[in-house]
């Protein structure tokens, strides 16, 4: 039995995190935490029940939030009071309103507590004793930073702005042209601006490992990702079906 590892992966919007990271945690057989997702569903629950103008009004929903986060990376899961809210996090609304509510120091501390509560139950011993060893890649801003700066393998995935502001708009527009990149510049370039006021994922920290994407395409980068696993941890990864 291999022992649990835990991964993590930071990088800016678009670089590829969620759908590399997916890929990266099916192909090592480890669950997946998209932290990103948990201040998106802070930011549904903050709509729906405080004023999102007022701090301590969001500080004490977020620390109520009945979150459930789905962590198997073939279908991740994001159900808030019961409801499956995972199409809703992803809405222009919410993509708008979410550094706002990142930029809360309270609710960071309160999704850290709960990232770290997760991560150290998926990748503890004893439980992997009875799941046949398993772990976690968990991705967002800080984890190899702040949340998980001890975690076994520690990556930043960039990409040019170029690069991600092409991706993102063929994601949510369907084309790359001047017009719907230009549309996605608020999703990725200013968001990023307001994020990186909270939170340090530009540059790699000590011990982290830079992967830049910007020339390689989706499968290129899972190997690349995986090969810092092989080099870092020794674990062998096998070749994809
Ligand atoms: N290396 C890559 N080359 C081309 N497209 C990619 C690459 N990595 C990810 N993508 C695509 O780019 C889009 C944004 O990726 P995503 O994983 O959502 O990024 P992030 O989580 O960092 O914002 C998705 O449509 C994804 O499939
Ligand atoms: N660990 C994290 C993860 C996300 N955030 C914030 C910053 C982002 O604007 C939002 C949404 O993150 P998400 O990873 O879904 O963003 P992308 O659109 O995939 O780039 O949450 C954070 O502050 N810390």
Partial sequence: MTSPVVVAIDGPSGSGKSSVSKAVAARLGLAY???GAMYRAATVWSMETADLSDTVSVATAVRAMPLVMGLDPAAPGVELDGRDIAVTIRSTEVTAAVSKVASN?????ELKRLQREIIEQESSSVRAVHSGGRGIVAEGRDITTVVAPDA????????SEEARLRRRSLEVHGAADTEAVDATRDQVLRRDQDDAKVT???VAADGVVT?????LDFEQTIDAVLAVVT????REV????
């Fill in 152 to 159: 076994d393998v520690r990556v930043l995935l960039t990409a």
């Fill in 105 to 109: 120091l309270e609710v960071r501390s």
């Fill in 200 to 202: 340090q994922f530009h």
């Fill in 211 to 215: 992967v830049d994407s910007s020339d």
């Fill in 231 to 234: 080099q870092v941890t020794g």
């Fill in 238 to 241: 096998a070749p994809s079906a």
């Fill in 33 to 35: 935490l998209d932290t």
